[in-house]
Structures are given as C-alpha cells and as structure tokens.
C-alpha cells in the first residue's frame, strides 16, 4: 500500500478493531467552521459529539469525507427524509443509530 493510502489501512484497522458502527478519518484544520468537526478522545478518537459547520467549533478536528459504515448506518438513512438541500447530513442521521 501507497504512503497515500497508509490512511485508509488505519482507518480499515480501527473500524475493525473496535467494531465500529462507523469510522471516518479526521484532521487537524487551522479553520474549522467550514467543516463537520467532532469532539473526541485518543489518537483513534471515540466521539463523543459532532456538529456540521459551526460557527464556534468546539475543536480543531475536521472531519474528512473518508468513511467506512456498518450496514446500520444505511438503515438508518433509509428510516430519515433528506436535509433541507436534498442530500443527507450524516451528522444528523447518526444520532438515529
């Protein structure tokens, strides 16, 4: 595997290694208003809230859209209506797990 991809394999790790309903790679950003960001723990972090594009982020841990998801997560999808612009605020439907 790429140095590019070296991501991906720890992401694919950590999904597995905690059974993870989802997993999705976050990065430090200087401006975070512009993203979903989570509050966490740990180096592999269990997040313990997420908030799309706040004007006051609460942390500096942008979330990047890589994702891997338990088929739970589509089902919950399927049980919600689309956001206000049509699509699916993943945020938002998370809280249905």
């Known amino acids: 595997m790429s140095e590019d991809a070296e991501h991906l394999r720890l992401l694919r790790m ?3 290694r905690f059974d993870a309903d989802a997993a999705f790679v976050v990065r430090e ?3 975070a208003r512009q993203y979903g960001v989570i509050e966490g723990e740990g180096g592999v972090y269990r997040v313990s809230g997420a908030v799309e594009k706040p004007e006051k982020p609460p942390t500096n841990l942008a ?10 997560v589509f089902k919950a999808l399927e ?12 945020l938002t439907r998370f809280r249905n797990l």
């Open 14 to 16: 950590a999904y597995d």
């Open 29 to 31: 950003t200087l401006d």
């Open 63 to 72: 979330i990047t859209a890589i994702y891997s998801f338990d088929p739970v």
């Open 79 to 90: 049980r919600t209506a689309p956001g206000k612009k049509g699509g699916y605020n993943l």
